[in-house]
Every structure is written in structure tokens, then in C-alpha cells.
């Protein structure tokens, strides 16, 4: 072998070592913690972790939004006893002004899961539960159209109660996404001005007579 292909092969071998990925001897790391994770197991014992030095508590950082939940609801939940957050509720707007068709039925599909059994398919407070009287539960649900205290309840005031619970209603948060709660709001003020629309054209039909 000459001279020549002995250099060659030195070259070659020379940038194949320069270029491996495997390094031997890594650089000094500025935030360890955030280049090497601590492992953490699912549903183990996390209680002695500060006396590791590791800060963790298994919960979100406060104020952090869920991916895909663009519709944060910045009021929380009372103390007991207390209503002055279900009170500021009231000025909280709905972010879905409109629903589309898709959307619309979309919303009916989850009311009608979730609220007609005790509210009624037709939002009148007679759902499956009560069912005149003759279900299981004996107090009347909450009839969402044509109570005047729940139509003039604010979308804010309402999404409270979903989200938290009220009275004898518990909360639907873990059933329902932030949005699903702000489109069930929006089908039932639809549904709502539709009970009065039909009341008034029947006022004036009578009128006319």
C-alpha cells in the first residue's frame, strides 16, 4: 500500500469519527433539569418530592389553558356561603356569538345528553327524572323556557352554573369541554328567544281575533 492510500485512508477515517454523533465527553449543561428530565410515575406517591429538590405538585400552572381550550372562564368558584363571584357572572359574555348548522346540532346532541334528563327534551323542566311528577326525582327541574328567571339569566350566570354546580344541579365540567359549555349556553338562549317569538305571534294572533 503506498503512501497515497495510506493518507486516504487516514482521511476517511478521519471524518467519519469527525462527524459520529457519540460524544465521548459532553459540554457542560446550563439547566440540567430541563435537558434531563426526572422520570415520575403515573399515580405514584409524589408527596417527598420537595425534599428531593424536585418542584412538583401534579398540577397546572395557574392561569394555564388546555390545548384547544380557546374559551377560558376567568371567574372562580365561590366560597361557601359566599355569591359574589356567581354575581359577577352575570357580566361574563358568551365568546360563540353563532353556531353554524353543524354546530347547532352539535350543541342539541350534548344538551340532550347531558341537560334533558332532568331539563327535558324541550327544555320545560320535564325531563325523564321528574316526569310529571312521577319519576324518581320529586322536585321539578328548572324549566329553561318560559321561566322568565332563566330566560333573563345572564349566558355568564348560566355558564357559572354548568361549570360549578348550583343548588341541587352538580358540575358538568368534566363532562363537558369549555366550549361545549358555551355552545349548550348558546343552543338554550337560541331555543329560548324561539319560545318567545312563538308566545308573541300567538298574543298577537289572539289579539287580532
Request: aromatic share 8%.
Amino acid at each position: 500500500m503506498n503512501k497515497l492510500s495510506v493518507f486516504l485512508l487516514l482521511a476517511a477515517v478521519s471524518v467519519l469519527v469527525a462527524c459520529s454523533d457519540v460524544k465521548r465527553k459532553p459540554g457542560t449543561v446550563y439547566m440540567p433539569d430541563m435537558a434531563y428530565s426526572r422520570a415520575y410515575e403515573s399515580y405514584s406517591d409524589h408527596s417527598n418530592l420537595t425534599a428531593k429538590n424536585i418542584n412538583y405538585t401534579a398540577r397546572p400552572v395557574s392561569g394555564t389553558i388546555a390545548r384547544e381550550e380557546e374559551l377560558p372562564f376567568h371567574i372562580a368558584k365561590d366560597a361557601a356561603g359566599d355569591t359574589t363571584n356567581y354575581t359577577a357572572a352575570k357580566a361574563v359574555m358568551n365568546p360563540v356569538e353563532n353556531m353554524s348548522p353543524v354546530e347547532t346540532k352539535e350543541a342539541e346532541r350534548l344538551y340532550l345528553v347531558n341537560c334533558a334528563i332532568c331539563h327535558g327534551a324541550n327544555l320545560k323542566g320535564n325531563g325523564p327524572l321528574y316526569k310529571d311528577g312521577t319519576g324518581p326525582y320529586p322536585a321539578k327541574p328548572a324549566s329553561l323556557v318560559g321561566d322568565a328567571k332563566y330566560e333573563n339569566m345572564p349566558a355568564g350566570q348560566m355558564f357559572y352554573s354548568v361549570a360549578y354546580g348550583k343548588n341541587l344541579m352538580g358540575s358538568y365540567a368534566s363532562q363537558l369541554s369549555r366550549k361545549q359549555r358555551w355552545m349548550v349556553i348558546k343552543y338554550i338562549k337560541d331555543k329560548q328567544l324561539e319560545g318567545k317569538a312563538a308566545a308573541t305571534a300567538v298574543a298577537d294572533t289572539t289579539a287580532m281575533k
